[in-house]
């Protein structure tokens, strides 16, 4: 197996998320291993790879949802997985996360749906949570549609109120899950652009799983690979770089995919 290429944590800023050598798996069946790679504070990071190599196993485990088999998760130094129940639901309300379908609730309004997490986890009076939940919305260019239902508007538009339910509580760290599946190609270009629009004006450090080039290239601070074949990261490091430079033939070729038939074609 060849080693990652990169440097984990490169760069000025700390590391918001370091995960030491962790191993993942369902039962019996292993999906990752011997991961190890830094997420720096305010950077977007983009989990990277293709079909079925365990990419959002990996985000279930950074977000406190599966336990690895092996290795640590530090949020903000602390290692998610050896503290008590407690305290990681604590860490964990830390997190926002935007589901590949919005995962929006079709028989409440947007404001009903972004108050959600605010109904269970503070003790807002109801106009607060509706004051927050307008805010939320204009953020994501929704002002207005509080009202509106998820049938009522556009896919891109519910993924951005996914997106607005995710930062209810003031997140530290944004989880995306593929945030331009399913969307047309002026829908998850705006939906990149809010993304980095977002991290410029909160300061909210970003991870972002996805397999899209054209928004990889787009939103990416820095990257892991991870590898269906041998279970784990081939590399780490900004995508641009890694297409240019990476010694490793299976991430050249991800992130050059298409290239080939647009030069036939050509």
């Not at 129940?85 to 604590?90: D, G």
């Not at 929006?104 to 939940?133: F, H, V």
């Not at 004006?201 to 990257?223: C, K, P, Q, R």
Request: aromatic residues 6%.
């Amino acid at each position: 197996m060849s080693a990652p290429d990169g440097n984990a944590g490169t760069g000025s800023a700390p590391a918001h998320i370091r995960v030491e050598g962790i191993t993942l798996g369902y039962g019996e069946t292993l999906v990752q291993q011997d991961l190890t790679f830094d997420i720096r504070r305010g950077d977007v990071f983009v989990i990277m790879g293709g079909s079925g190599c365990g990419k959002s196993t990996v985000m279930r485990c950074l977000t406190g949802l599966l336990a690895p088999w092996s290795g640590r998760v530090l949020l903000g130094g602390e290692s998610l997985w050896e503290l008590p129940a407690a305290r990681r639901s604590a860490l964990m309300r830390r997190n926002g996360v935007m589901y590949q379908s919005g995962a929006l609730w079709s028989s409440m309004t947007l404001e009903e749906n972004i108050c959600l997490p605010l109904e269970q986890y503070t003790k807002l009076a109801p106009e607060q949570m509706r004051a927050i939940a307008e805010y939320k919305l204009a953020l994501v260019g929704l002002a207005g549609f509080g009202d509106h239902y998820p049938s009522e508007i556009s896919g891109g538009m519910r993924k951005r109120v996914g997106v607005a339910r995710a930062m209810a509580l003031d997140p530290e760290v944004l989880f995306f899950d593929e945030p331009s599946a399913g969307l047309d190609p002026l829908s998850a270009r705006r939906l990149d652009e809010l993304i980095l629009e977002l991290r410029e004006s909160l300061g909210t450090t970003m991870v972002v799983i996805s397999h899209e080039l054209d928004s990889i290239f787009t939103i990416a601070d820095d990257a892991v690979f991870l590898d269906a074949e041998t279970k784990t990261m081939l590399a780490t490091g900004n995508p641009h770089e890694l297409r240019d430079h990476s010694p490793v033939a299976q991430v050249r070729a991800f992130l050059t995919r298409g290239e080939a038939d647009q030069d036939a074609a050509a």
